[in-house]
């Protein structure tokens, strides 16, 4: 299984991105994919979550109310993140689970690279 995490940039405050993560290797349609993040000198932070079908998201409290996950039938989960402020400035992975998947990183078996996310106050 392989994730790849694209759409990271330089944005400004209040700005807006999409973060694609396309995964290959096996369909997705059976696993929960997460997204995650990890700021210079911080832990790994849980994003948000969504379930096999698509019915369920779960985010974390820094970005809810901001930030959206979703899925499409092509083995692709996308990241909408609006409203970006500083403290938004991280890598972000994308993660697979294979059974329950949750707000820790443990419970993903398969990590994308990551891709940067830079925004400027």
């Known amino acids: 299984v392989q994730l790849q995490a694209s759409g990271g940039g330089l944005v400004q405050t209040g700005d807006y991105l999409r973060l694609s993560c396309a995964v290959s290797g096996r369909t997705i349609s059976n696993y929960a994919i997460g997204w995650f993040r990890q700021a210079p000198g911080k832990e790994r932070e849980f994003v948000a979550v969504i379930n096999w079908s698509g019915s369920m998201t779960y985010y974390g409290d820094a970005v809810k109310g901001r930030f959206t996950i979703s899925r499409d039938n092509e083995n692709m989960v996308y990241l909408q993140m609006n409203s970006l402020k500083p403290e938004d400035t991280a890598v972000y992975y994308c993660?697979?689970?294979?059974?329950?998947?949750?707000?820790?990183?443990?419970?993903?078996?398969?990590w994308g690279q990551g891709t940067q996310v830079t925004v400027s106050s």
């Open positions: 993660a697979l689970a294979l059974s329950r998947a949750g707000v820790t990183n443990f419970q993903y078996n398969y």
